[in-house]
């Protein structure tokens, strides 16, 4: 059974910064390229970061690019997801997500791509 549990989240002040981290179980988890998401009351769910399997490509959103910083470590199934500079329009639930990709080098940022999806972890920013 595969499971994605993220961590890491919480209540922080603008400017702060998180490190949020995902671990992968019950999947080959160097043949899935990773992702993290996120959703906002309101609205609705949209990509965020993505790293691929080897961890040479990284993909972000505009939104975050600059400030937050995805990662993997092969060799304990998990991805990270580096916050910093944290902004109130940050705050949402995040969440990980794994794709099976063929590909080791490519990244995924659509969310049809992703087979397997974590609960999520709440970020909210005071500002």
């Known amino acids: 059974q595969v499971q994605l549990v993220e961590s890491g989240g919480g209540l922080v002040p603008a400017g702060d910064s998180l490190r949020l981290s995902c671990a992968a179980s019950g999947l080959a988890f160097s043949r899935y390229t990773m992702g993290w998401f996120r959703q906002a009351p309101g609205k609705e769910r949209e990509f965020v970061a993505s790293v691929s399997r080897n961890g040479g490509g990284t993909g972000y959103a505009d939104s975050v690019k600059g400030r937050f910083t995805i990662s993997r470590d092969n060799s304990k199934n998990t991805v990270y997801l580096q916050m910093n500079s944290l902004k109130p329009e940050d705050t949402a639930a995040y969440y990980c997500?794994?794709?099976?990709?063929?590909?080791?080098?490519?990244?995924?940022?659509?969310?049809?791509?992703?087979?397997?999806w974590g609960q999520g972890t709440q970020v909210t920013v005071s500002s």
């Open positions: 997500a794994a794709d099976r990709n063929l590909y080791a080098s490519t990244y995924s940022t659509k969310m049809a791509e992703y087979d397997y």
